[in-house]
T-cell receptor
């Protein structure tokens, strides 16, 4: 157990809808990163938040957005869902750059 | 951008030693990490190398050669529970974000 929690664990949406995924970071961690993991692939970096500011973004369109709150928990929002957005969404928290601790993930299915 | 290459599958027997190689191309390199992921589970941190050389943690060791853009994960005294996917990931870029390889599926046979 890493102390990183995510909700919900599973989610089913239809194309065009919007979704919000939540992550509570491990105590003392001020950095949260979000990843998308398609079946059989490695996690792909979406973006990273440090002290409530986005400080890095991967190759994802603007319909992927996020927030980090003063308690360092975080949200990932995806608008206008597409079928290809079906994946496992992982958040990871860290206090030192080299060690990221992952939550169990949210499995999203877009129909 | 970054790219990483690692074997897609490796099979070994219990008690054996296995090495999973990783080569990478990147700019702004900070270090190489290794993660383990069991089916349906979260990636679990195994090791991080920022400097050349070998890092040992119990049965697992990780090696980095920055000049060769190469690293490996060495698993000794394999156990059935080691069957999982193993990912190398480079830390690079302005945010020092992780870029993962596609993973190596390790199967440990009795």
């Amino acid at each position: 157990e890493t102390g990183v929690t995510q909700s919900p664990t599973h989610l089913i949406k239809t194309r065009g809808q919007q979704v919000t995924l939540r992550c509570s970071s491990q105590s003392g961690h001020n950095t949260v990163s979000w990843y998308q993991q398609a079946l059989g692939q490695g996690p792909q970096f979406i973006f990273q938040y440090y002290r409530e500011e986005e400080n890095g973004r991967g190759n994802f369109p603007p319909r992927f957005s996020g927030l980090q709150f003063p308690n360092y928990s975080s949200e990932l929002n995806v608008n206008a869902l597409e079928l290809d957005d079906s994946a496992l969404y992982l958040c990871a928290s860290s206090s030192r750059q080299e060690t990221q601790y992952f939550g169990p993930g949210t499995r999203l299915l877009v129909l | 951008g970054q790219s990483l290459e690692q074997p897609s599958e490796v099979t070994a027997v219990e008690g054996a030693i296995v090495q999973i190689n990783c080569t990478y191309q990147t700019s702004g390199f900070y270090g190489l990490s290794w993660y383990q992921q069991h089916d349906g589970g979260a990636p679990t941190f195994l090791s991080y190398n920022a400097l050349d050389g070998l890092e040992e943690t119990g049965r697992f060791s990780s090696f980095l050669s920055r000049s060769d853009s190469y690293g490996y994960l060495l698993l000794q005294e394999l156990q059935m529970k080691d069957s999982a996917s193993y990912f190398c990931a480079v830390r690079a870029g302005s945010a020092r974000q992780l870029t993962f390889g596609s993973g190596t599926q390790l199967t440990v046979l009795p």
